[in-house]
């Protein structure tokens, strides 16, 4: 079976070099855009929802992990916070819950634990294996307490590309998955500044540009069309990459 990572990468002829190339091609944005609602309806139909990402041996994680997307955010706030070894900083959960929370660094990580060691998949063509470690996204949610009329979570970071704030998004399903977590740890030492300090999401079964980093923000929404440009994401918006990124 062909996967769909390798339908992006190498189905297109290698069209999909890189995130400014597709931004600039027309023919890029509609490969992207189009088959997203059926390749959703696709995996979620075939595959059980809860089935895990592959999982690897501590002796298989790659040497050399690239920094995917930003590098450092470079703002005076997010600044003041790294000097700070994010002392000071909090992870704010709102919109449709019942409970809004105001989590720390030292919350976030005394709260259960998960480690998985997975595959990150970048749709710029590749891949590296690291270890991460953080809360179910599930039990910050269920502290919180969702509306039931919550329907997506959005993530909202404190990078910026172009001038366009940071964000991305999933549906309750991802966001339940046992495997999406906040992870504020990589390969057993603290996230550093290029892999998204002090937190990011990770969600196992999404290609990278869905792993938001840096995020400062986590709030439930019904719908996405208010956010933003209403594409559930910063590529989604800018250049027409598909919302569910499943692999």
Same mark, same amino acid.
């Given at each position: 079976?062909?996967?769909?990572?390798?339908?992006?990468?190498?189905?297109?002829?290698?069209?999909?070099?890189?995130?400014?190339?597709?931004?600039?091609?027309?023919?890029?944005?509609?490969?992207?855009?189009?088959?997203?609602?059926?390749?959703?309806?696709?995996?979620?139909?075939?595959?059980?929802?809860?089935?895990?990402?592959?999982?690897?041996?501590?002796?298989?994680?790659?040497?050399?992990?690239?920094?995917?997307?930003?590098?450092?955010?470079?703002?005076?706030?997010?600044?003041?916070?790294?000097?700070?070894?994010?002392?000071?900083?909090?992870?704010?959960?709102?919109?449709?819950?019942?409970?809004?929370?105001?989590?720390?660094?030292?919350?976030?990580?005394?709260?259960?634990?998960?480690?998985?060691?997975?595959?990150?998949?970048?749709?710029?063509?590749?891949?590296?294996?690291?270890?991460?470690?953080?809360?179910?996204?599930? #039990? &910050?949610?269920?502290? %919180?307490? =969702?509306?039931?009329?919550? *329907?997506?979570?959005?993530?909202?970071?404190? /990078?910026?590309? @172009?001038?366009?704030?940071?964000?991305?998004?999933?549906?309750?399903?991802?966001?339940?998955?046992?495997?999406?977590?906040?992870?504020?740890?990589?390969?057993?030492?603290?996230?550093?500044?290029?892999?998204?300090?002090?937190?990011?999401?990770?969600?196992?079964?999404?290609?990278?540009?869905?792993?938001?980093?840096?995020?400062? #923000? &986590?709030?439930?929404? %019904?719908? =996405?069309?208010?956010?933003? *440009?209403?594409?559930?994401?910063?590529?989604? /918006?800018?250049? @027409?990459?598909?919302?569910?990124?499943?692999?």
């Amino acid at each position: 079976m062909i996967s769909r990572r390798s339908f992006l990468i190498t189905g297109t002829g290698g069209l999909l070099a890189g995130c400014d190339a597709v931004d600039s091609s027309g023919i890029g944005k509609s490969i992207l855009s189009t088959g997203d609602d059926a390749h959703k309806f696709l995996q979620r139909s075939i595959t059980d929802r809860a089935a895990l990402a592959r999982e690897f041996r501590a002796d298989q994680m790659s040497p050399k992990f690239r920094v995917n997307g930003t590098a450092n955010p470079n703002t005076p706030d997010y600044a003041a916070h790294a000097a700070n070894r994010f002392a000071d900083w909090r992870l704010k959960v709102d919109g449709l819950v019942q409970r809004p929370l105001s989590i720390s660094l030292a919350d976030l990580r005394a709260m259960p634990q998960r480690a998985q060691i997975t595959r990150h998949d970048c749709v710029e063509g590749w891949s590296a294996i690291g270890k991460w470690q953080g809360p179910h996204l599930a #039990r &910050i949610l269920d502290l %919180a307490g =969702l509306r039931q009329s919550a *329907k997506f979570i959005v993530f909202h970071c404190a /990078d910026a590309i @172009g001038g366009a704030p940071y964000y991305e998004s999933i549906d309750l399903i991802d966001a339940y998955h046992p495997q999406t977590i906040m992870a504020w740890a990589m390969n057993d030492a603290p996230l550093s500044v290029g892999h998204g300090a002090p937190v990011r999401l990770r969600v196992e079964r999404q290609l990278g540009y869905k792993h938001a980093k840096y995020v400062m #923000r &986590i709030e439930a929404v %019904a719908s =996405l069309a208010g956010i933003h *440009k209403g594409g559930g994401g910063l590529w989604e /918006d800018r250049s @027409g990459y598909e919302w569910y990124a499943g692999i």
